[in-house]
């Protein structure tokens, strides 16, 4: 099935591209995507993604199609979502 990874903030910068599909097997969870997709793509997408363990970054915050989920979610995926991954934003 395919759903659509959109990027913002410096995962944009690091994945070079604001969204892309993504083909993922119909049991994928969040985590499991958000993995493959670090694997896809290498540093350093793959170093603001997951850390070295292969886990989904603390910091990382993860929205599932309008909503916003907990990085961890074992949620599986249905053809056709939208996961957005952004990375906190701080200014001053």
Not at 18 to 36: A, H, L, M, R, T
Not at 55 to 63: A, Y
């Amino acid at each position: 099935m395919q759903i659509t990874v959109q990027y913002e903030s410096q995962a944009r910068r690091a994945a070079g591209v604001n969204s892309e599909s993504v083909d993922v097997p119909d049991s994928c969870s969040v985590s499991d995507c958000i993995g493959k997709v670090a694997q896809n793509h290498g540093e350093p997408l793959s170093s603001i993604l997951v850390n070295s363990t292969g886990d989904v970054q603390t910091t990382l915050l993860v929205f599932l199609n309008d909503s916003q989920i907990v990085r961890s979610d074992k949620t599986t995926l249905s053809d056709g979502d939208t996961v957005t991954l952004m990375t906190p934003i701080s200014g001053g």
